[in-house]
T-cell receptor
Framework: LAKTTQPISMDSYEGQEVNITCSHN???????ITWYQQFPSQGPRFIIQ???TKVTNEVASLFIPADRKSSTLSLPRVSLSDTAVYYC??????????FGAGTRLFVKA | EAGVTQFPSHSVIEKGQTVTLRCDPI?????LYWYRRVMGKEIKFLLH????????ESGMPNNRFLAERTGGTYSTLKVQPAELEDSGVYFC???????????????FGSGTQLSVL
């Protein structure tokens, strides 16, 4: 199971674009990359998932370079409500999922 | 569509007592998982059900923990007897994808905050 490395915390201001990069050097060929968001007193919530290149949905974009050893979650024009912990997961979904410490994003007014 | 629900949201018990946590997955989801976060540490996998069968329980800390999923619907996680180090948040998640864990999208409940005094 590939381990991931993310920044412990990030600060941003409302309206800015936030990019959170995750390193996963030993990602396997069949592994997907999945990002979750967690608010206090709630369970993690699925944001986006991808395998290669770029994936975009109504919430975020996920950029994955050709070597797939890292990925970047991009949140456009963040608001105060985007303050949360963001987890990058690689490989299996629920099966022995390794959440890691996540990145604490704090959005300021 | 109802999400994953967990009950109770909070539980405070004394060391040595028994506590049972319940999880109702999203209807139709065959996969059900239990996780926990203890003492502010990282979220850790406990076990995985596929319908009523335990697919993997390698994350269960010891034999004081017993999980069941009768009929492949809701699941219970019993801790007996509870110890101080069992305090933490217990999350349940479910998913629909029945094959290929690699693309699973998990839907989590809000968790049960367990405090053992």
């Amino acid at each position: 199971l590939a381990k991931t490395t993310q920044p412990i915390s990030m600060d941003s201001y409302e309206g800015q674009e936030v990019n959170i990069t995750c390193s996963h050097n030993n990602i396997a060929t069949n592994d997907y990359i999945t990002w979750y968001q967690q608010f206090p007193s709630q369970g993690p919530r699925f944001i986006i998932q991808g395998y290669k290149t770029k994936v975009t949905n109504e919430v975020a974009s996920l950029f994955i370079p050709a070597d797939r050893k890292s990925s970047t979650l991009s949140l456009p024009r963040v608001s105060l409500s985007d303050t949360a912990v963001y987890y990058c997961l690689v490989g299996g979904g629920g099966f022995k999922t390794i959440f890691g410490a996540g990145t604490r994003l704090f959005v300021k007014a | 569509e109802a999400g994953v629900t967990q009950f109770p949201s909070h539980s405070v018990i004394e060391k040595g007592q028994t506590v049972t946590l319940r999880c109702d997955p999203i209807s139709g989801h065959d996969n059900l998982y239990w996780y926990r976060r203890v003492m502010g540490k990282e979220i850790k996998f406990l076990l995985h059900f596929v319908k009523e069968s335990k697919q993997d329980e390698s994350g269960m800390p010891n034999n004081r923990f017993l999980a069941e999923r009768t009929g492949g619907t809701y699941s219970t996680l019993k801790v007996q007897p509870a110890e101080l180090e069992d305090s933490g948040v217990y999350f349940c998640a479910s998913s629909q994808d029945g094959t290929g864990f690699l693309r699973e999208k998990l839907f989590f409940g809000s968790g049960t905050q367990l405090s053992v005094l």
